[in-house]
């Protein structure tokens, strides 16, 4: 027995003092560390369209501008359901006083609708159609999130590509020709969609205004990929 716990003693004994392979990593020296980057862009397609709609009256008294916006934005949201592509959603509404010369002399009210599409003709002949009651405040396009994944997935082969054509070519004028990557990221990202502003005049002696001319373009989307190499 006594030959046991002395075998047992000496093995837990081994174990605590054996160092863990976490614990050699961690205190191992690196050298030879070169940083790279490389990157791929493209120009991608805005192929979805946001409108953003408000209808605003004034009075004297509140309940009655309420009334008036109600009825304006049941009216739009009616009309857009006969537009089974666009997606809606109410915004903010606002009831605010004005003034002269430090006196309330009346008050303003406003709600604002946000429709969506990546049906773009529909959507801008709505906008036509809203404008006889609704002004047009914003106008923007992007690249739907389905279309962004896309392209960054094949950016991601091609950034990869350039990143690792990069790492052969420092290795070409180093004295150790085995490497190993450290460390590595990959960044997506690109500039803002261009937007188009809007603003008009209520237009209630037409029946139905012009849809207006636009023009969806495209979006610049980057993906870099950097990180650190070894070469040993």
């Given at each position: 027995m006594q030959v046991k716990r002395y075998f047992c003693f000496v093995f837990l004994t081994?174990?605590?003092?054996?160092?863990?392979?976490h614990t050699l990593a961690a205190d191992e020296t690196l050298f030879n560390i070169v940083n790279l980057q490389a990157?791929?862009?493209?120009?991608?397609?805005?192929?979805?369209?946001?409108?953003?709609?408000?209808t605003e009256h004034e009075g004297s008294e509140t309940a009655s501008l309420a009334s008036k916006i109600n009825s304006d934005m049941?009216?739009?949201?009616e009309l857009i359901k006969q537009y089974p592509t666009i997606q809606s959603q109410t915004r903010s509404y606002q009831t605010y006083p004005t003034y002269r010369k430090q006196i309330i002399i009346g008050w303003r009210a406003s709600q604002q609708v946000e429709?969506?599409?990546?049906?773009?003709?529909?959507?801008?002949?709505?906008?036509?159609?809203?404008?006889?009651?609704?002004q047009v405040k914003q106008m923007?396009?992007?690249p739907t999130k389905e279309t962004r994944i896309n392209y960054e997935n094949e950016l991601i082969e091609e950034a990869m590509q350039a990143f690792l054509a990069r790492v052969a070519i420092?290795?070409?004028?180093?004295?150790?020709?085995?490497?190993?990557?450290?460390?590595?990221?990959?960044?997506?990202?690109?500039?803002?969609?261009?937007?188009?502003?809007?603003q008009r005049t209520m237009?209630?002696?037409?029946?139905?205004?012009?849809?207006?001319?636009?023009?969806?373009?495209?979006?610049?989307?980057t993906?870099?990929?950097s990180g650190s190499v070894q070469y040993y």
């Amino acid at each position: 027995m006594q030959v046991k716990r002395y075998f047992c003693f000496v093995f837990l004994t081994c174990l605590l003092m054996t160092p863990t392979f976490h614990t050699l990593a961690a205190d191992e020296t690196l050298f030879n560390i070169v940083n790279l980057q490389a990157a791929a862009e493209r120009e991608i397609p805005n192929d979805e369209m946001i409108v953003l709609l408000a209808t605003e009256h004034e009075g004297s008294e509140t309940a009655s501008l309420a009334s008036k916006i109600n009825s304006d934005m049941q009216w739009a949201l009616e009309l857009i359901k006969q537009y089974p592509t666009i997606q809606s959603q109410t915004r903010s509404y606002q009831t605010y006083p004005t003034y002269r010369k430090q006196i309330i002399i009346g008050w303003r009210a406003s709600q604002q609708v946000e429709i969506k599409s990546k049906d773009i003709s529909a959507l801008t002949e709505l906008v036509g159609k809203l404008q006889e009651k609704l002004q047009v405040k914003q106008m923007s396009f992007n690249p739907t999130k389905e279309t962004r994944i896309n392209y960054e997935n094949e950016l991601i082969e091609e950034a990869m590509q350039a990143f690792l054509a990069r790492v052969a070519i420092v290795k070409k004028h180093m004295p150790d020709k085995n490497h190993r990557i450290v460390k590595l990221n990959i960044n997506t990202g690109g500039y803002p969609p261009p937007v188009m502003h809007a603003q008009r005049t209520m237009m209630k002696s037409m029946e139905v205004a012009s849809a207006p001319a636009v023009e969806a373009g495209t979006s610049k989307l980057t993906v870099t990929v950097s990180g650190s190499v070894q070469y040993y």
